[in-house]
């Protein structure tokens, strides 16, 4: 699949954080569909990401990845998409630099970690 990707990002059309975060929709998507969820509220503070998975964009309409999350927002379940401002995003952002290093393919937080509690409360009192 990288290899795929590489001329959309080399032409400028999606840069590494767009790749990097569809990346990760991609396998949370998968992830939710295994354990059965059917309504999924997904929240990105990357615009294009956005239009992607809102079908406003066709920047990865001919590679693997793209096609890939197509053929799972098609399935029989409800996807909701947001953007949502980078300061409202504090959780998701401190989870992806502690996962930085880490081996695997995917990885999983049973309880939250205490480095993100202050961001999560952050997050809490922003959102109301």
Do not use: Y
Not at 57 to 75: D, H, K, P, Q
Request: glycine share 8%; proline share 3%; net charge negative.
């Amino acid at each position: 699949m990288e290899e795929k990707m590489q001329p959309a990002i080399q032409r400028g059309l999606c840069g590494k954080a767009q790749t990097t975060e569809l990346w990760a929709i991609l396998v949370g998507l998968r992830h939710v569909w295994r354990l059965g969820f059917r309504k999924v509220e997904v929240e990105t503070n990357n615009v294009e990401v956005a239009r992607i998975l809102n079908h406003t964009s066709n920047v990865f309409s001919e590679n693997a990845m793209g096609l890939s999350i197509g053929a799972l927002l098609t399935l029989d379940w409800e996807i909701v998409t947001r953007h949502i401002p980078r300061t409202a995003n504090g959780v998701a952002d401190r989870l992806a630099k502690l996962s930085r290093g880490l081996t695997g393919e995917e990885f999983q937080f049973i309880e939250p970690p205490a480095e993100a509690a202050a961001a999560m409360l952050e997050d809490l009192s922003s959102s109301n």
